[in-house]
């Protein structure tokens, strides 16, 4: 088995999991995770903790592509937290699973304090049948490939180097919903995305993307707006979706979208005539980012 937070199931979370699939010979594999995040629980002060990288449901679905038999959540509270390394995994790892082998991350730690490094849980492992093994970091551009690493890139709008990261395209779904129509006035027309769950947007901007329908197959090419539109003196964030060639009403569908390249920061024109202008611009870099790229999902 292996434990962590894992959010974003990134490259270098991927390795500790290939690792654990190969220790398994062919037995069952469990993950173990925590919800909330632990930084929430133990955050003092003001401190908000940044939507997930990988909500549950997309997490559970990501593990059991990658070959994981179960996924078990723990609850993270103070008292997990407070529980000496023995007992957290005599109570939560050794009772429930009795694993032969705990594959984590280097630098891994758990229990009070996070005095439950690698090099204690080998001890603890020894008296209680299970081996413990560490996985280096993984390193990309000569820097490990981390959560907070990619949450930087999608804060920056970079959203290609963080699916290079990630080992896939970042993406996110929501409901189709109504909107004022603005878009299709300019010629433009849009999807209002609600999002499913609460996870990082990528910084306002100007997005090439991949966008599937529920109940359809392919990849559309689309491009997409996150922000306020100030052009407007907008002051809600929206998210919105255009889709290239594509005609037909979409509210109430379900839309799946993956973000391939950054094309410009949201902007304020000082004309409606310049913004149609920007959002023709918009269409035809999209166009040639995305030819031959609707495939399917990255």
């Known amino acids: ?52 990288l990988t909500p549950l449901g997309e997490k559970r679905a990501l593990l059991k592509s990658l070959g994981m038999d179960r996924f078990e959540v723990l609850p993270f509270t103070r008292e997990l937290a407070s529980l000496e390394p023995e007992a957290f995994v005599d109570r939560h790892l050794v009772a429930p699973f009795a694993p ?25 492992g020894e008296t209680r049948g299970f081996d413990v093994e560490a996985v280096p970091l993984v390193m990309m551009d000569g820097a490990p490939v981390s959560s907070t690493r990619i949450r930087a890139s999608l804060g920056s709008g970079r959203v290609a180097e963080a699916g290079r990261l990630l080992g896939r395209r970042y993406g996110l779904a929501g409901t189709v919903v109504t909107g004022d129509g603005r878009g299709r006035e300019l010629g433009f027309p849009t999807a209002n995305l609600r999002l499913h769950e609460e996870r990082l947007l990528p910084a306002d901007g100007i997005y090439a993307v991949l966008a599937s329908v529920a109940g359809q197959e392919g990849w559309h090419p689309a491009a997409m707006s996150i922000g306020v539109r100030p052009t407007f003196d907008g002051q809600v964030r929206t998210l919105e979706v255009h889709l290239l060639d594509w005609s037909g009403d979409l509210v109430g569908r379900t839309l799946a979208v993956e973000f391939v390249e950054w094309l ?15 959002m023709a611009g918009d269409v035809a870099e999209t166009r040639r980012l995305l030819a031959g790229a609707a495939s399917g999902p990255g």
């Open 1 to 52: 088995m292996t434990i962590g937070v894992f959010d974003g199931l990134h490259l270098g979370h991927q390795a500790i999991l290939a690792r654990t699939k190969a220790r398994a010979e062919g037995g069952p594999c469990v993950v173990m995770s925590f919800d909330p995040h632990p930084d929430v629980v133990l955050a003092r002060g003001d401190f908000r903790s940044p939507p997930p």
């Open 100 to 124: 032969s082998a705990l594959v984590v991350g280097d630098g891994f730690a758990l229990g009070r304090g996070r005095s439950g490094t690698v090099e204690r849980l080998r001890t603890i």
């Open 264 to 278: 410009r920061p949201e902007l304020r024109f000082e004309s409606v005539a310049a913004l149609v202008a920007a």
